[in-house]
Every structure is written in structure tokens, then in C-alpha cells.
């Protein structure tokens, strides 16, 4: 079994972003964040309509780092302390070696790779540093941007399951894509 501990929350960087720890003081920005209906189109989950459920949110993301059981990070432009999207490996499955990654970013945002850049330090991350065998995403099937995205980094679809999410009064569809360490040590080498 895994042990996950994070003494220090782990500050990484890309060439114009800085993943950073979320704090409460981000509350209005994840409200901004998760209260936007370009953003939760495909989450497929309510919308946030106040600052308290962002602190909650905070909240179990601290309590999932304390427990090793999962990390997210605030997604900033590095020019910038406000915080443009959230991203991380928020659910650990420690007796597998195995995480699922989820991420969002603010729609002025899309489209400049910026995604791309934060997942693949993500994805290095955990399966250097957090020695990782698989990464797992949970996509909505009609989210074809966030498939390219994935396809893009390496992922593979290995499930499609009809009509298993229930919400809002109807039964929805998700696609399971993934990453073994072995196939991102090769697509690092072509």
C-alpha cells in the first residue's frame, strides 16, 4: 500500500503557471470558479452559489491532504496571485497506486495550453514523487475538449459506463480514461 504524506505542500512550476496550496483567503475565487456555467457544463454537479460552500470545499481538500488521500492545487498565472483554475490527483486509491485527476480553469483561460502544461507537472508528480502506477479521469462523454486533452497527454479510454451518474433527475453516461506510468515513460520518449 502507498504511504501519501505531504509534510510540505509540494509548490510546482511551469513555464507560466504556479500551483500552489488552495487557502481559504481563495474562497471567492473558487466560487467564481465553480459557480460558472461554462466551467460545470460537464461536472455534473450543482453550481457553488456562495462563498461558505467554497470554504467547505477547502475544507475537505485539507482534510484530503492531512489523510494522504488526495491533493488539489490553486492554478495561477505566474504574473498573478489570483487563483485561475484548480487541478490535482483529489482522489488517492493508496492500496491500488492509483489516483483520478480532475482539474477546471476559467474560461478567459481556455485554449492557451495552459491545462496541458499543469496536468502533465501533475502527472510527473505523481508518478515520480508519489510513485503512482495508474491515473484515472472520469469525463463526461460529451466534454470532447477535455478528451482531446487527455488523448493528448497519453490517456487511454478502458471504460464506458451507460447511464451510471444520476443527476437531476436524469441518468448520465461517463467515460474512464487512463495513464500507467509505462505508457508515460514511453510517450516521454517519442
Keep these: 500500500m502507498l504511504e501519501i504524506q505531504f509534510p510540505v505542500f509540494p509548490v510546482l512550476k511551469t513555464s507560466r503557471c504556479l500551483l500552489r496550496q488552495v487557502v481559504k483567503s481563495d474562497a471567492p475565487q473558487l466560487l467564481a470558479l465553480r459557480s460558472d456555467a461554462a466551467v460545470m457544463q460537464y461536472l455534473d454537479r450543482e453550481a457553488m452559489t456562495t462563498v461558505d460552500e467554497a470554504g467547505v470545499m477547502i475544507d475537505s481538500m485539507d482534510s484530503r ?8 492545487w490553486a492554478v495561477n498565472l505566474k504574473d498573478t496571485k489570483e487563483m485561475i483554475g484548480l487541478a490535482g490527483l483529489w482522489r488517492i486509491d493508496k492500496e491500488h497506486h492509483r489516483a483520478e485527476i480532475g482539474y477546471t480553469l476559467l474560461p478567459a483561460h481556455w485554449n492557451k495550453g495552459l491545462m496541458s502544461e499543469v496536468l502533465q507537472l501533475i502527472i510527473d508528480f505523481g508518478f515520480r514523487s508519489m510513485k503512482l502506477h495508474s491515473i484515472e479521469a472520469n469525463v463526461n462523454p460529451s ?3 477535455s478528451i482531446r486533452l487527455l488523448e493528448k497527454l497519453g490517456f487511454i479510454r478502458e471504460a464506458y459506463f451507460r447511464e451510471n ?13 487512463s495513464l500507467l506510468t509505462n505508457q508515460e515513460a514511453i510517450s516521454r520518449k517519442q
Design 143 to 145: 466534454n470532447a475538449a
Design 65 to 72: 491532504l492531512a489523510a494522504g488521500e488526495g491533493i488539489s
Design 165 to 177: 451518474y444520476y443527476f437531476r433527475g436524469r441518468f448520465l453516461d461517463s467515460a474512464i480514461y
